[in-house]
């Protein structure tokens, strides 16, 4: 397949980012869909601190085959790339699938979560049948990633988001009925939507990817793809996702430690919620950069787009913080009293920055990937979450700053170490690039 020009407009490229922002949007919005069914059905507190456990394993386990999507979406410009990407993925689907299988089917899990996790019986109870159905999770993922990331590196970005849609509607749809009939217990429910959502979603993205596939060039790699080549191009991607996701629980960590945790610790979910509202539509920036950014010429038109887009959602998280928008939606609309919404606005103001700087470090990434020079990714995370842990706690044991302040400063200093250092790691792909005219198609 080829593209009529390697010379992107503004408008050009908000069309071919839309629908992955969108499918960022309704990935987004399952956790809330999953609470409000849960919150119906019988035992809520114990079902949902269930589901709160069992997800974040569920994280774990599928955290190195996340990176398939950008790995994708660098091998499938040629059919001998997309094919040496498609066996690797299958690969990696059967050893992600042995460890769920091993972590979620056998009698380890027990174990796990009432020796290692320490979880009260009642808890474990309800996690355990709900472990069951994520034997699939990961496996599903990787599947949907990979065939994401064929479609984005040819320009089919509508694809992505019509997977998405078919995930969403899917749970949405598994999720009332097992609530309106009460046939199984709300952790149980609550799984087998999510993993019936993401098989959905991943046979919906193979579909959709067909007519792609079919139109892949044969043309020859200059340097073919060697298992050797493709570990230097993926294990640092799947270190980085096995560091952002061990890693979660630290800002948490410190926001219980700190003087005013009492009214911290229901403060800092909010305040990280909303946030992550605005800031995870940048999330396909990556992704983006990798298909799109050819040369000098390309370079420019998605560096001015990443500044704009930052900017406006910077302005939008800006409204949450410092205008009635944001009392309206985390009083309003999440039902949250007014002393902790507060203090989680507070920590809205003080992130303001967020979204502009997670569009750029995406954009880095993005470069690095395309440059298959990805040990700088991991080695930027490293230094980002080492910086944001070591604040954190300085300012909690050493300073006594109120948690919630604490932990999204410890944040956003996280943020601007990650992009020094993925800074310092683009200036010899970035100079390339800049000297490199732009070829004729992919």
Known sequence: ???????????????????????????NAEHPLVVAAVSRLPDQAVMLAAVGVVLPLAWLVESPIIAILHAATRLCGTRAGAEFGLRFMRRMVVAVTAIAVLVFATPLRRPILTEAM????????AAEPAMTAFVVWAAAIGWRRFYQGLMIRHGRSAGVALAGVGRIATLTGVLVGLAATGAVPGAVAAALGLCASVVVEAGLAQLLARPVWARLHADGEPDPWTAARMWRLYAPLAMTSVIVV??????????????????????????LSVVNVVTGVTMMVQAMAIAKVDGADSLRAVARFVATFGLMLTALLAAFGFTPLGRVFVEGLLGVAPATADLALAGVRIATAA??????????RGVLVRAEATN??????????????????????????????????AYLAGLATDIAVLSLHSVAPVRALASRSEPAGI
């Open 1 to 27: 397949m080829r593209r009529a020009s390697s010379r992107p407009s503004q408008a050009e490229l908000t069309r071919f980012f839309l629908p992955l922002a969108a499918s960022t949007l309704m990935m």
């Open 118 to 125: 320490g979880l009260p019986a009642a808890t474990a109870d």
């Open 246 to 271: 061990a890693a979660r629980p630290l800002l948490t960590a410190g926001v219980t430690r700190a003087a005013d945790a009492a009214e911290a610790l229901p403060a800092w979910p909010v305040a």
């Open 355 to 364: 979204p502009l700087l997670v569009a750029v470090a995406e954009a880095l």
């Open 376 to 409: 700088g990714i991991r080695l930027a995370t490293l230094a980002g979450v080492t910086m944001a842990g070591s604040l954190l706690f300085a300012l909690v044991f050493v300073g006594g700053v109120p948690g919630v302040t604490a932990a999204m400063t």
